[in-house]
Structure formats: structure tokens, C-alpha cells
């Protein structure tokens, strides 16, 4: 899923090419892909685009007569820009935004179909987007501890629960928390002061490169390469392959859809966390700790 440096970069190209230009036409080639119904998706149509913003992981296209779209990529959305005639892809285009200097292609790959978009009108009608979670960016050192403790969760919950932090995901908590020389499972109200202060660095100096990597790749052109496994990661994605850091092989929890990359030397101690796939089939021959091996 797009996670907050990958959408800021979109908003910064969107801004780039369709602030100030009027939205000519939309066509919904998925209808699934609108989940509202009033105001009707043509009441944008003819209204100039008035700003480009990130809204946690969404992004919201603000039009004349106080009009948003909203568009949440989820895990297999993306945005392509059309310019000079170019053809949408195939099957997986939902919608297109047509704009006299060029076309929006609003894709996801996949049968699942998880990516919206939203039309709405009104900051208040807007404001149910808002998940509440703070914007580190903005935050200070207080505030980043205050929100992270005002639940008992892991770090790695706590890192990517929308109404606690704002637009963080599964692959940059993974490089957060490497950074900071965290746990995934430690708790968020049994952090030290020290480690509360590397973590709040850590989240800020992560993001913050990654806008900057990411700004620089796509300075000449739209974002194409939108995606959650980069080399230059430090684990996410990563599993068994050495860490940047120390060399151990990364480690990795599986859950649900997800999976959690480690450092087990740099983060947790050398000891290896029980992964519950693994542990099962292992049983009592699974390795607890790098040194076992």
C-alpha cells in the first residue's frame, strides 16, 4: 500500500501538472470504484482544480464549489499520467480524469478491488476521511510520546494505526523501528525515555528520506515505480538477506496478509521472534535466538 512518502510524492506531481486546470470529463470505467452517490460525480466536471493534499494515506483533489475527490489507492491502486494521446492501461484502469493538458488514469491491480474514490462536498463532509492520527512531520518530540502511549499496543500496531499516527504503513514501520533498534512487539507504554526519543528520531529522519529519494526519482517525470519493496530498504522485504547494519539475515513475522521484518541482532536482542506459521510446523526444533544456530 502507498504509505505517506509515496503519497506525498503523487500529491507534489498532481499539484505539478493539474493545479489551476479544469476537470473536463471523468469516466468511471470500474462504476464499483465510486462509493457515493451524492453529491453526482458529474458535478465536478468543468471545475478547476484548486489544490492537491495528502489526507493520511488518501488524496483529495479540491475542485471549485467547495468539490473533493478522494481517492484511496489501498494496496494495488496507482495513479498513471496520460499525456499526448497515450492509451489507459487494459484491465485494470477504474476511472480516468480528463484535463485539456493530459489524462489521470486511476489503475489497481488485482480482482480484489479495494481502491475508492469518493466524491464529496465540504470540509465537514471531507473531515470523515480525517482518522485522526498525528502528522509527525508537524509533531514535536511531547506530542509523539503522548499519542503513541495513550493505548498499550506493540510499536509496530502503534506505528501503523491510522488514529494514532497518520500515514504509515507496514513497510516503513519495518524501517522505523530498524532504525531505532526497536522490537516490533515492545510495548508502547514500557518504552524508556531513551528509546521513546529514538523511535520519535527515527520516524521523522525515515519519512523524511524517503520524500527526498522518492522527490529525486520522479523529478523528470510522473511516479510510475510506486511500491512497498525497494532495494534500498534496510529490512522490509528483505527476509534472510543481511542486514545493512550488522549482516545477520533478517528475520520476519508472518500475520494475516502482512509480514513484519527485523533485525534480530540490531533490534531485538539476537533473540528471534516466534513466528506462528513457523513455530507450528517447527515446533519444539524452532531456532529461539541467532546464537542457536
Not at 45 to 50: C, D, H, L, T
Not at 78 to 93: E, H, Q, Y
Not at 168 to 186: F, M
Not at 212 to 236: C, G, I, N, W, Y
Amino acid at each position: 500500500m502507498p504509505e505517506l512518502p509515496d503519497v506525498v510524492i503523487y500529491c507534489e506531481a498532481l499539484a505539478a501538472r493539474i493545479g489551476g486546470q479544469v476537470l473536463e470529463r471523468v469516466r468511471l470505467i470500474s462504476p464499483f470504484v465510486l462509493r457515493t452517490a451524492v453529491p453526482p460525480i458529474g458535478d465536478v466536471e468543468g471545475k478547476r482544480v484548486v489544490g492537491v493534499e495528502r489526507l493520511g494515506k488518501r488524496i483529495v483533489i479540491a475542485l471549485e464549489g467547495d468539490l473533493f475527490l478522494v481517492i484511496h489507492l489501498m494496496i494495488a491502486g496507482r495513479l498513471r499520467w496520460l499525456a499526448d494521446g497515450a492509451k489507459p492501461p487494459g484491465r485494470i484502469t477504474l476511472a480516468l480524469f480528463e484535463f485539456a493538458i493530459g489524462r489521470l488514469a486511476f489503475t489497481e491491480a488485482g480482482t480484489k478491488r479495494r481502491a475508492s474514490l469518493h466524491m464529496v462536498r465540504g470540509e465537514s463532509a471531507l473531515a470523515q476521511f480525517d482518522m485522526g492520527g498525528l502528522d509527525v512531520e508537524r509533531a514535536d518530540r511531547a506530542a509523539f510520546a503522548q499519542r503513541l502511549t495513550s493505548e498499550n499496543h506493540t510499536l509496530k500496531r502503534a506505528l501503523t494505526d491510522p488514529r494514532l499516527l497518520s500515514g504509515i504503513g507496514n513497510a516503513y514501520s519495518d524501517e522505523i523501528l530498524h532504525r531505532a533498534r526497536l522490537s516490533p512487539l515492545a510495548l508502547t507504554r514500557k518504552l524508556s525515555d531513551d528509546a521513546m526519543t529514538r523511535l520519535y528520531a527515527a520516524t521523522r529522519a525515515v519519512l523524511a528520506e524517503w520524500i527526498d529519494r522518492l522527490r529525486v526519482e520522479s523529478a523528470e517525470s510522473f511516479p510510475e515505480k510506486v511500491t512497498a519493496f525497494r532495494p534500498q530498504m534496510a529490512v522490509h522485504g528483505r527476509y534472510r538477506q543481511p542486514c545493512p547494519v550488522c549482516g545477520e539475515p533478517v528475520q520476519r513475522i508472518v500475520y494475516a496478509e502482512n509480514e513484519c521484518n527485523y533485525c534480530a541482532r540490531c533490534q531485538t536482542g539476537g533473540t528471534i521472534l516466534a513466528d506462528r506459521a513457523l513455530s507450528r510446523l517447527l515446533h519444539d526444533s524452532y531456532s529461539r535466538s541467532l546464537d542457536d544456530g
